[in-house]
């Protein structure tokens, strides 16, 4: 069974920094590519990051472009979300997923690309 689990949401002020973490098991991590989605309250999930599953390749909303970073440790089957720079337009419950099928060439935004996903983790931004 893939299971995801994410830790190290929180409680930050603007212009502060979190790092998410997400641990995943049941499926070879390395052979898939992984993304981070955010949903803030009363609207629509959407996405934040993704990374590759070997080029390393990563690819990123606008809104969140130069303030986060995604990076993954295959050796620990772990994908990170280092968000810099906080807004509290960022303040949404974040969730990492791991793409539904290995090998892809071309990092996904689309939600529907992803089979599995962890609970999520709520960050919250105060200004």
């Known amino acids: 069974q893939v299971q995801l689990v994410e830790s190290g949401g929180g409680m930050v002020q603007a212009g502060g920094s979190l790092m998410l973490s997400c641990v995943v098991s049941?499926?070879?991590?390395?052979?898939?590519?992984m993304a981070w989605f955010r949903q803030a309250p009363g609207k629509e999930r959407e996405f934040a990051a993704a990374?590759?599953?070997?080029?390393?390749?990563?690819y990123y909303a606008d809104s969140v472009k130069g303030r986060f970073t995604i990076s993954r440790d295959n050796a620990k089957n772990t994908v990170y979300l280092q968000m810099n720079n906080l807004k509290p337009e960022d303040t949404a419950v974040y969730s990492c997923?791991?793409?539904?099928?290995?090998?892809?060439?071309?990092?996904?935004?689309?939600?529907?690309?992803?089979?599995?996903w962890g609970q999520g983790t709520q960050v919250t931004v105060s200004s």
């Open positions: 990374i590759s599953w070997r080029t390393r390749n990563s």
């Open positions: 997923a791991i793409e539904r099928t290995p090998y892809t060439q071309i990092v996904a935004t689309d939600s529907r690309k992803y089979d599995y």
């Open positions: 049941g499926r070879t991590f390395s052979n898939y590519a």
